[in-house]
């Protein structure tokens, strides 16, 4: 039976510091608790679709697991945290 990974998605743009500090903050977090970090540019990755880009574009970085927000703008260790434990 295959191990499911944890993956929380980054939606972030080129050149913003609080992407880079929520990057950092989970990164710290990653070997504890376990997950993977995928990083989605909201400007050009082809990934992103015209909703889900008008939607996130004013909160950027945003934060999702299992296509739930956990979080916007400035980064929470307990919803991260919550999240995982809720979904494990």
């Known amino acids: 039976m295959p191990i499911l990974s944890k993956e929380l998605i980054v939606y972030y743009r080129d050149g913003c510091h609080l992407c880079d500090v929520v990057v950092e903050s989970l990164t710290q977090l990653q070997q504890e608790l376990g997950f993977e970090i995928k990083q ?26 299992q296509d739930e927000v956990i979080f916007y703008h400035f980064f929470d260790e307990i919803a991260v945290r919550q999240a995982l434990a809720k979904n494990s």
């Open 40 to 65: 989605i540019d909201i400007d050009c990755d082809p990934q992103v679709n015209e909703h889900t880009r008008k939607q996130y574009n004013a909160d950027i970085p945003v934060v999702t697991y």
